[in-house]
């Protein structure tokens, strides 16, 4: 079973920058998505950033304009850069890889706190 871990988070002042990476156990194939979500305590996860095979990217309303995720096409793995990060994206960061006939992966998650 493929196994992917985040990393990159931490805790940083408002308005400061992080740039979170997923690693996979190994090479995934047949990748549709590859994305981050979040999740907030009391909150439902919810979509911050997806990437397609085909370069299309999509965000959440709420980080537009200041998050930016991009892949590593060797390793077929996603980054989200996050600038101006504010007390609200304080949350848990999940890494997600969507691929065709093998299933959903997620990584087990890295804490982001934005507090000054």
């Known amino acids: 079973q493929v196994q992917l871990v985040e990393s990159g988070g931490g805790l940083v002042q408002p308005g400061g920058s992080l740039r979170l990476s997923c690693a996979a156990s190994?090479?995934?194939?047949?990748?549709?998505?590859m994305g981050w979500y979040r999740q907030a305590p009391g909150k439902q996860r919810e979509l911050v950033a997806r990437?397609?095979?085909?370069?299309?990217?999509d965000y959440a309303d709420s980080v537009k304009g200041r998050f930016t995720i991009s892949r590593d096409n060797a390793k077929n793995t996603p980054y989200l850069q996050m600038n101006s990060l504010k007390p609200e994206d304080t949350a848990v960061y999940y890494c997600?890889?969507?691929?065709?006939?093998?299933?959903?992966?997620w990584g087990q998650g890295t804490q982001v706190t934005v507090s000054s």
């Open positions: 190994e090479r995934i194939f047949s990748i549709r998505t």
């Open positions: 997600n890889i969507l691929a065709l006939g093998a299933g959903e992966y």
């Open positions: 990437i397609y095979s085909n370069g299309y990217t």
